[in-house]
């Protein structure tokens, strides 16, 4: 449940509170906003405690907290989380955010060549894999340090933010000295202990939907993340695996406005992943920011032919004005900007 304070309370008041929901056992969550401060009370049987805390004469309100997601819930915070990075980067506002490059990293000539072409028609931010969770244990890895640092000197240079993913615990504490953003794969978004870890190391996170997961599981997720106090949390839909094979995935776009009304995390979509096939990525991404996401995250590559993984649903470099162009025309359409 979560505590709506009354104005004026004092940071002494604010204290005596949360102590005393430490003291009876719970994690106490604290949202300061423009109109209103409010503390989330997070654990098991808190509802037998409302009496205690309604009494207090600093709270306001008393309310449950109704999903089984608590602090990614709009119930708890209904303001926009927005997502503030390095070169006065954002996710969340008004711009959309494109995150573009490599699915895997190969050489840093491709990721420069890449880089500069993708800064130079919009995007914002960097991607790029290191370490590659693959099906298959015969294909590419990964270079991995050496590939996290080409991606950091490469981001540094163009003056663009970077995200990477991270695979277990150790890849996370050694990517959170490199990258602006930590990437959660699907394979990997119901890995607990890495979610939870992450919200130790308090880096924005990009959370990917795993491919059977429905959406109460995902926010459950993300909650991992913020149970340990970091709410910089992306949400991001790559597709579902249903009976369909004509694409790779099913890219589930009733998703973006379903946790757009559940959530006041930025929602993102993947087309790449989603599709599997270069030719489907810009309709869908067309149709990604009319449902209303905040950001996009493709793959471009100036060779796809010559990518280590993923060429077949990889943008070409020297085209992705052609497809920004395509983009910015629906965001208009929206208010929206890129």
Request: with cysteine; hydrophobic share 40%; charged share 25%.
């Amino acid at each position: 449940m979560f505590l709506k304070l009354k104005k004026g309370t004092t940071e002494e008041g604010i204290k005596h509170i949360i102590d005393k929901i430490k003291e009876l056992g719970f994690e106490a969550h604290l949202s300061r906003g423009a109109n209103s401060t409010i503390i989330g009370i997070i654990g098991e049987n808190v509802l037998k405690t409302k009496d205690i805390f309604e009494s207090m004469f600093m709270v306001e309100s008393c309310t449950p907290i109704s999903k089984p997601y608590k602090l990614v819930s709009k119930e708890f915070n209904d303001k926009k989380v927005v997502i503030k990075l390095s070169h006065n980067v954002e996710i969340g506002n008004k711009k959309i955010a494109v995150i573009a490059g490599p699915c895997s990293i190969d050489n840093i000539d491709y990721l420069y060549e890449t880089a500069s072409s993708v800064k130079q028609c919009g995007a914002t931010l960097l991607r790029g894999g290191a370490f590659k969770p693959r099906t298959s244990p015969y294909s590419f890895q990964g270079l991995g340090l050496e590939g996290l640092k080409m991606l950091k000197k490469v981001g540094d240079d163009c003056k663009m933010p970077i995200v990477t993913e991270a695979m277990n615990l150790e890849q996370a504490k050694l990517i959170a000295d490199y990258a602006d953003i930590i990437q959660v794969g699907a394979r990997n978004s119901q890995n607990f202990d890495l979610l939870k870890e992450l919200g130790k190391i308090g880096r924005p996170v990009l959370l990917k939907r795993g491919i059977a997961m429905t959406i109460s599981e995902f926010l459950m997720s993300a909650e991992y993340i913020a149970s340990k106090g970091n709410y910089n949390i992306i949400l991001c839909e790559r597709g579902i695996r249903t009976f369909e094979t004509s694409t790779r995935f099913t890219l589930d776009l009733n998703a973006v406005p379903v946790l757009n009304s559940l959530t006041n995390l930025p929602v993102i979509v993947d087309p790449s992943h989603g599709t599997g096939v270069r030719s489907y990525v810009m309709p869908m991404s067309r149709a990604s920011i009319a449902a209303g996401a905040d950001g996009l995250i493709v793959e471009v590559h100036p060779k796809p032919e010559c990518a280590l993984s993923d060429g077949s649903q990889t943008l070409y470099a020297d085209k992705f004005n052609e497809y920004m162009s395509e983009v910015k025309k629906i965001a208009l359409a929206m208010d929206r900007e890129i």
